[in-house]
């Protein structure tokens, strides 16, 4: 006769949400917003030139930079599309949890049975999918930063030998880069509105902090540009201050500490086994997903009132 399928019996701590809070999940999708309006904005900047004067090298770096303020767009609606799984696995999650408080899902002790969520585990399925798109973007992104500063690397070396790197064609890419630099420093569109979210932990980072405080650090430090220093500094933020905030953020927002867990309940479950959790550990359980779900909507809504202030500026610009 065959021995009985053995239960597996998980704890509050196994169905927790992430070790990464809402708030800095929120972060990491400024972080790629910064991004975004830099690139953004710096091609907007060289699209005033004109074209036909434009010579062979200038015309590479400016295939270069739009491909970038391409990747950076798709690396933020990647990172944008993840967050929103997020919010909807955490829905997923409650939903499935408050089931708990219904006598079909209890057995006679009162532990809550675990039954074949399609909802939690394609909201699983989905973040998975986009952290991976996600990654991909960066990587995309990061390896076009290489390539762009390589070739201005290449040109200073070669502006070297003749005597001066300060020609007209550093003074086109500084003009880009710096005016931007000087947006970010004043606090104007391309720092994201900073409005604390109600109920999320204080002390939170403010809106893109980090690449924003950097960018801020670095127009400080190179006003005038017309030192080899100030364009090693440019050079090397662009070559290594970027792609590791934009890695950072793609690496917090892509941590799924529950796929775990549910990989164990679904594969115990195909196999027939019973899957429960003890009155208290539901309890607990389910009272963490209900408040990370409501940090969520909260976020949601801070986040398009954020939207319509960016439209607001935008048709200011305009």
Known sequence: MP?????????????????????QL??????????????????????????????????????????LRMDADSAYEAAKRLLASRRSFANAMSDMLDASTDSESTSENGDF?????????????????HSMALSEQVAMMQEELTALVDMIDQWK????????????????ILK????????????????????????????TLHSGARLATALS????????????????????????????????????MSRFRECHALLQMDDALREGRTVTMNREE???????????RKQYERAKVAAQEEDEDDREVSLIDL
């Open 26 to 67: 929120i972060e990491s999708v400024k972080e790629m917003k910064v991004c975004k309006k830099l690139f953004d904005g710096w091609m907007h900047e060289l699209d005033k030139g004109s074209w036909i004067q434009k010579t062979e090298l200038e015309h590479r770096l400016v295939w270069s930079i739009d491909k």
């Open 3 to 23: 021995m009985p399928a053995r239960a597996l019996r998980l704890s509050a701590q196994d169905l927790s949400p992430g070790v990464d809070g809402v708030e």
């Open 176 to 203: 880009g880069f710096t005016s931007i630099l000087s947006l970010v420093a004043a606090g104007t569109a391309f720092v994201p509105s900073i409005r604390p979210l109600a109920g999320i932990a204080s002390g």
């Open 113 to 129: 049975i675990f039954r074949n969520n399609k909802r939690v585990m394609h909201s699983g399925d989905t973040i998975v999918m």
């Open 217 to 252: 650090e670095l127009v400080q430090r190179s006003q005038e540009g017309r030192e080899e220093s100030d364009m090693d500094r440019i050079l090397n933020f662009l070559r290594y201050r970027i792609p590791l905030e934009a890695k950072r953020a793609e690496a917090c």
């Open 157 to 172: 070396r070669n502006e070297k030998k003749k005597g001066s790197i300060f020609t007209s064609l550093w003074d086109w």
């Open 282 to 292: 539901t309890r607990r359980a389910r009272s963490k997903w209900q408040n990370h």
